[in-house]
């Protein structure tokens, strides 16, 4: 049991492809390793469409399965992470249709659901004044801006995995991200807080 414990704390350094390759021969124990390594972000993609936290949880669960089932078929065209986000944002568009529940959440809702520990920039946001002022400026983009800022910075998908996610050209993409950013700069001013 002990060895098992150390086996699978040493695997949490490994690269996704390896640890797919472990699944793959059987290795289950790196199954809950990625996971950990890819929860956060399937539960943020799947919050774009769903709010219900059970849901979610169902989402995330039918996703890994799904995955799971299709590993053997994965062609790695595309980032372990992204692939999975893709899954996930069907499974939630079919609980959707089925639930008739809105696509896209407020923005208020969206803010509520976000950690703690915002960074935009490399900007650590320590002190909660400043927190609250990036809540408050985050607030009044757009949700799909939103989306697009929290994909880009705090979740470090490139403009093709967002692409990917979310079904919009790279052009759209990179507009949303000019925008969110003009947009924060000018509302983070009077705070002096600078988003380059």
């Known amino acids: 049991?002990?060895?098992?414990?150390?086996?699978?704390?040493?695997?949490?350094?490994l690269t996704d492809e390896t640890l797919i390759c472990l699944v793959l021969s059987g290795r289950t124990e790196a199954c809950d390793i990625l996971l950990q390594r890819h929860e956060p972000l399937l539960r943020f993609v799947i919050r774009r469409y769903l709010s219900d936290p059970e849901m979610?949880?169902?989402?995330?669960?039918?996703?890994?399965?799904?995955a799971l089932r299709a590993l053997?078929?994965?062609?790695?065209?595309?980032?372990?992470?992204?692939?999975?986000?893709?899954?996930?944002?069907?499974?939630?568009?079919?609980?959707?249709?089925?639930?008739?529940?809105p696509a896209w959440e407020q923005p208020e809702?969206?803010?509520?659901?976000?950690?703690?520990?915002?960074?935009?920039?490399?900007l650590a946001l320590e002190r909660q004044e400043t927190r609250q002022a990036l809540r408050q400026a985050i607030n009044r983009l757009?949700?799909?801006?939103?989306?697009?800022?929290?994909?880009?910075y705090f979740h470090e998908?490139?403009?093709?995995?967002?692409?990917?996610?979310?079904?919009?050209?790279?052009?759209?993409?990179?507009?949303?991200?000019c925008r969110a950013r003009q947009r924060l700069r000018t509302l983070l001013e009077p705070y002096n807080i600078h988003s380059n």
């Open 72 to 101: 053997p078929g994965f062609r790695r065209e595309a980032k372990f992470s992204t692939w999975l986000c893709t899954i996930a944002a069907s499974q939630a568009i079919n609980r959707l249709r089925a639930r008739r529940q």
């Open 109 to 122: 809702e969206v803010l509520q659901n976000w950690e703690d520990d915002l960074y935009i920039n490399g």
């Open 1 to 13: 049991m002990k060895k098992d414990a150390q086996a699978n704390h040493s695997w949490k350094g």
């Open 157 to 177: 998908q490139s403009i093709t995995e967002i692409s990917q996610i979310t079904g919009w050209t790279a052009t759209t993409i990179k507009s949303r991200l």
């Open 56 to 66: 979610i949880q169902e989402v995330i669960h039918d996703t890994f399965l799904r």
């Open 142 to 152: 757009s949700p799909k801006d939103t989306t697009a800022i929290e994909l880009f």
